[in-house]
């Protein structure tokens, strides 16, 4: 099973902010996912294939990464954009989700 | 528009069974492997079960040991869940999740979820 590492738990920034959460897995798993999940609601697709944008996401996130390690990256940080960040992979079974990242606002 | 409906969430006593259910629309059913994927309380995403789009083949987290069985009924556009032999880790929201695979396997919708509460 491949690990996925989130890092950090908990961040807090201020709107204007450039943030960055990483996720490293413990194999090479070729391509990353993110979901934003806001308080009581369901995970959302956020990012897929590594850095291509799902829909209705604004183009101050972006992604990035290879082989281990991939990131979340938001330009220029807004108050909506306050959730919980989950990476996943698909490339081997089980599918398997890191701990999270929950981005708060300072 | 793509829908995924939970059903049949309760508060069980440990030991006992119950069958989530999980109503698709919006799209072809039967082309789609689908998932369930749990978050407890206050935790991160667990993924627990898949099934092909067929339904010929089941796939589980090692850490169920065979107490939960995933279907699905293509002609109702449903997707069940049955657990069993519950237990107070089991406590959780439940959430049904579309498959989509390109170059990687990932969920591109999710249900509501569905709350199990798992309490004497």
């Known amino acids: 099973e491949i690990v996925l590492t989130q890092s950090p738990t908990t961040m807090a920034a201020s709107p204007g902010d450039k943030v960055t959460l990483t996720c490293r897995a413990s194999?090479?798993?070729?391509?990353m996912y993110w979901f934003q999940q806001k308080s009581g609601t369901s995970p959302r697709l956020w990012i897929y294939?590594?850095?291509k944008l799902a829909s209705g996401v604004p183009n101050r996130f972006s992604g990035s990464g290879s082989g281990t390690s991939y990131s979340l990256t938001i330009s220029s940080l807004e108050t909506e954009d306050t959730a919980a960040y989950y990476c996943?992979?698909?490339?081997?079974?089980?599918?398997?989700f890191g701990g999270g990242t929950k981005l708060e606002l300072k | 528009e793509v829908r995924l409906v939970e059903s049949g969430g309760d508060l069980v006593q440990p030991g006992r069974s119950l069958k989530l259910s999980c109503l698709a629309s919006?799209?072809?059913?039967?082309?789609?492997?689908m998932h369930w994927i749990r978050q407890a309380p206050g935790k991160g995403l667990e993924w627990i079960a898949s099934?092909?789009?067929?339904?010929?083949?089941?796939y589980y987290a090692d850490i169920l040991k065979g107490r939960f069985t995933i279907s699905r009924d293509n002609a109702r556009n449903t997707l069940y869940l049955e657990m069993t032999s519950l237990r107070s880790e089991d406590t959780a929201l439940y959430y049904c999740?579309?498959?989509?695979?390109?170059?990687?396997?990932?969920?591109?919708?999710w249900g509501q979820g569905v709350m199990v509460t798992v309490s004497s």
């Open positions: 294939d590594t850095s």
């Open positions: 099934i092909t789009n067929g339904g010929t083949y089941t």
């Open positions: 999740a579309r498959e989509y695979y390109e170059l990687s396997y990932y969920f591109d919708y």
């Open positions: 194999s090479s798993v070729k391509y």
């Open positions: 919006g799209f072809t059913f039967s082309n789609y492997g």
């Open positions: 996943q992979q698909g490339r081997t079974y089980p599918p398997t």
